[in-house]
C-alpha cells in the first residue's frame, strides 16, 4: 500500500517512522543525529508537511536513506541492517 502511495506525506512520514523504529531511535534522536530539531522532523514523519529536500538530503547522508526509498519506497541500495528489517 506504502509503494501505492509513492511520495504522499502520509507514506513518506510511515517510511521514515519505520526505519527509525528499525534504528532504535526516538524522533528527537533521529533528527539531531541528521542535523534537524524534532519540532523540524516529526511532521515529516506524521505526515503533516511533505519531506523536504533539504531534510531528504541530510536523511540521506545521516542514514544511507536514498531519495527513492523515502520519497517512492523502493528499496533498492538501501542498507542491509535496514532492507532486512523492512
Given at each position: 500500500?506504502?509503494?501505492?502511495?509513492?511520495?504522499?506525506?502520509?507514506?513518506?512520514?510511515?517510511?521514515?517512522?519505520?526505519?527509525?523504529?528499525?534504528?532504535?531511535?526516538?524522533?528527537?534522536?533521529f533528527?539531531?543525529?541528521?542535523?534537524?530539531?524534532?519540532?523540524?522532523?516529526?511532521?515529516?514523519?506524521?505526515?503533516?508537511?511533505?519531506?523536504?529536500?533539504?531534510?531528504?538530503?541530510?536523511?540521506?547522508?545521516?542514514?544511507?536513506?536514498?531519495?527513492?526509498?523515502?520519497?517512492?519506497?523502493?528499496?533498492?541500495?538501501?542498507?542491509?541492517?535496514?532492507?532486512?528489517?523492512?
Open positions: 500500500m506504502l509503494e501505492e502511495m509513492e511520495d504522499q506525506p502520509e507514506a513518506v512520514g510511515a517510511r521514515l517512522r519505520r526505519v527509525r523504529k528499525i534504528l532504535g531511535l526516538n524522533k528527537r534522536q533528527a539531531e543525529h541528521a542535523g534537524m530539531t524534532e519540532q523540524t522532523y516529526g511532521p515529516f514523519e506524521n505526515g503533516k508537511r511533505p519531506l523536504s529536500l533539504e531534510a531528504a538530503k541530510k536523511l540521506r547522508k545521516t542514514y544511507e536513506l536514498t531519495l527513492e526509498f523515502m520519497y517512492f519506497g523502493k528499496i533498492d541500495d538501501l542498507p542491509h541492517r535496514i532492507t532486512k528489517e523492512l
